[in-house]
C-alpha cells in the first residue's frame, strides 16, 4: 500500500528528497489535466506541469504546512501557466477589475450539466470558456475547492473567486440555452 500524501510531505520535508516521487505519483495526473485545460495545448501543458513540480520541490522548506498542500502545488501550477500564458503574448489577468462580492449559487452546474450532457460535452463547454472562468470552476468542481481556497491558488481576492464562479456558471448557462434553441 502506498504511503499517504502527509507521510510523503513529513519524509520530503525532513530531507528525505526521494519521498518527492510520492508526491509527484500522487498528482501528476491532477497538474496536468489543470495546466492543459489552462493552455489547451498538451506541450504547454507539459512544459507547465513539469516547472510547477519543478519550483514546488525546490520551494518545499517554504511549504507552510498550515495549509493544504494541494492548494500550494496548485498555487504554483496556476503561476507556471499564467507564465507560459504570457509568454505566449496572451494575458488572462483580471486582477484589477472590480468585481462585487457574490453569493456562491448552492447550484451544482458540473452536477446537473452532467446528467444532461456527456463528458466530452461538459469538457467543451468548459474549454470554451475564458481561463479565468473555467479555471475557477475545474477547481471548484474537480478538486473540490471552495471560494477560499480557489483565492489562495489563484492569488485573487474571495469575492473575485465568487464572481468569475458565477460568471462562469452563467456563460454555461448561456450557451445550454443557445444550443437548446438551435436544436
Request: glycine share 8%; aromatic share 8%.
Amino acid at each position: 500500500m502506498g504511503e499517504t500524501e502527509k507521510e510523503l510531505l513529513d519524509r520530503c520535508l525532513g530531507g528525505d528528497t526521494s519521498a518527492f516521487a510520492g508526491i509527484l505519483e500522487l498528482y501528476q495526473d491532477r497538474i496536468y489535466s489543470f495546466a492543459l485545460r489552462l493552455l489547451k495545448d498538451p506541450q504547454a501543458a507539459e512544459d507547465a506541469a513539469q516547472e510547477a513540480f519543478l519550483k514546488a520541490f525546490r520551494g518545499l522548506p517554504s511549504y507552510n504546512s498550515s495549509y493544504p498542500f494541494a492548494s500550494w502545488l496548485f498555487r504554483i501550477a496556476h503561476n507556471s501557466c499564467m507564465d507560459a500564458l504570457r509568454a505566449g503574448g496572451r494575458t488572462v489577468s483580471l486582477d484589477g477589475e472590480d468585481f462585487p462580492d457574490l453569493a456562491d449559487p448552492a447550484v451544482n452546474v458540473a452536477g446537473s450539466v452532467a446528467d444532461a450532457l456527456d463528458e466530452e460535452r461538459i469538457e467543451a463547454l468548459l474549454g470554451s470558456l475564458p481561463p479565468i472562468y473555467s479555471e475557477a470552476l475545474l477547481l471548484q468542481y474537480r478538486e473540490d475547492m471552495g471560494p477560499a481556497e480557489i483565492a489562495r491558488v489563484t492569488g485573487v481576492p474571495e469575492g473575485t473567486v465568487k464572481a468569475r464562479l458565477f460568471r462562469g456558471r452563467e456563460l454555461i448557462k448561456a450557451k445550454l440555452a443557445a444550443a437548446d434553441a438551435t436544436v
